[in-house]
T-cell receptor
C-alpha cells in the first residue's frame, strides 16, 4: 500500500514564524501536491511538483514556498506565518510514468496548523 | 475552465436510508472522475473512480456512473451505516496540453451524518 506521511498532526505557531511542513511518500511517485482545506472552500491546491527540484504554482501559492530535494520528500514552507494561514494542510502523491500520468492521488493524514 | 459542483451539505440520514450526493462537472476532453472520502480526523481516501463515459465505479456499497450526456457523477448507496459518516469529495482529473499531469480539481465536499 502507498503510504504518505506528514511530520505533524497538529502544530501551533506564532505570527511571523517560519514554518516547515514535511511530507514523505514511500512509493516512488513522481508527483507530489500540497493542499489546504478550509470549511466551505474544499481543497485548494497550493503547489505541486512533478519531479525533483521542479515545482509549479497551484491556485493559491501566495505566502508559501516549497522544496523538493529528494523524490520522496516534499516540503511546504510558510516564510512568515500569518493568522489567515491557520488551516488543515494535506499532502498527496501520484504516479506519473513517462507519457501518461495517473490521476489517483494518495493523501497523508493532514497537519492542522494554528497560527496565533 | 474545468470545474466540479457538488451538492452542499450537511446531509443527515437515518441508518439504512438511501443516499445520493449529486456531482456535476464542466470539462474539456475526457477526464477521469473520482469520489474521495474523508473520515473524521483523517486525510482523503479514494472511494471510487471512473475513467470514461458510462463506466460505473463501485466500492464498499457505493456506486457512481460517469454520465457524459448530463456531465454528472452522482454518488449513491442503497443503505447507509453510521460508519459512513464522513465528508465526500467529487473530483475530476485536470487535463493539460499533451495529456494529464495528474492534477485533480475537487468539489467543496459534502458532509454526511448518519444517525442510528
Amino acid at each position: 500500500d502507498v503510504k504518505v506521511t506528514q511530520s505533524s498532526r497538529y502544530l501551533v505557531k506564532r505570527t511571523g514564524e517560519k514554518v516547515f511542513l514535511e511530507c514523505v511518500q514511500d512509493m516512488d511517485h513522481e508527483n507530489m501536491f500540497w493542499y489546504r482545506q478550509d470549511p466551505g472552500l474544499g481543497l485548494r491546491l497550493i503547489y505541486f511538483s512533478y519531479d525533483v527540484k521542479m515545482k509549479e504554482k497551484g491556485d493559491i501559492p501566495e505566502g508559501y514556498s516549497v522544496s523538493r530535494e529528494k523524490k520522496e520528500r516534499f516540503s511546504l514552507i510558510l516564510e512568515s506565518a500569518s493568522t489567515n494561514q491557520t488551516s488543515m494542510y494535506l499532502c498527496a502523491s501520484s504516479l506519473c510514468p513517462p507519457g501518461s500520468c495517473t490521476d489517483t492521488q494518495y493523501f497523508g493524514p493532514g497537519t492542522r496548523l494554528t497560527v496565533l | 475552465g474545468n470545474s466540479v459542483t457538488q451538492m452542499e451539505g450537511p446531509v443527515t440520514l437515518s441508518e439504512e436510508a438511501f443516499l445520493t450526493i449529486n456531482c456535476t462537472y464542466t470539462a474539456t476532453g475526457y477526464p477521469s472522475l473520482f469520489w474521495y472520502v474523508q473520515y473524521p480526523g483523517e486525510g482523503l481516501q479514494l472511494l471510487l473512480k471512473a475513467t470514461k463515459a458510462d463506466d460505473k465505479g463501485s466500492n464498499k456499497g457505493f456506486e457512481a456512473t460517469y454520465r457524459k450526456e448530463t456531465t454528472s457523477f452522482h454518488l449513491e448507496k442503497g443503505s447507509v451505516q453510521v460508519s459512513d459518516s464522513a465528508v465526500y469529495f467529487c473530483a475530476l482529473g485536470a487535463d493539460f496540453e499533451g495529456g494529464s499531469q495528474g492534477n485533480l480539481i475537487f468539489g467543496k465536499g459534502t458532509k454526511l451524518s448518519v444517525k442510528p
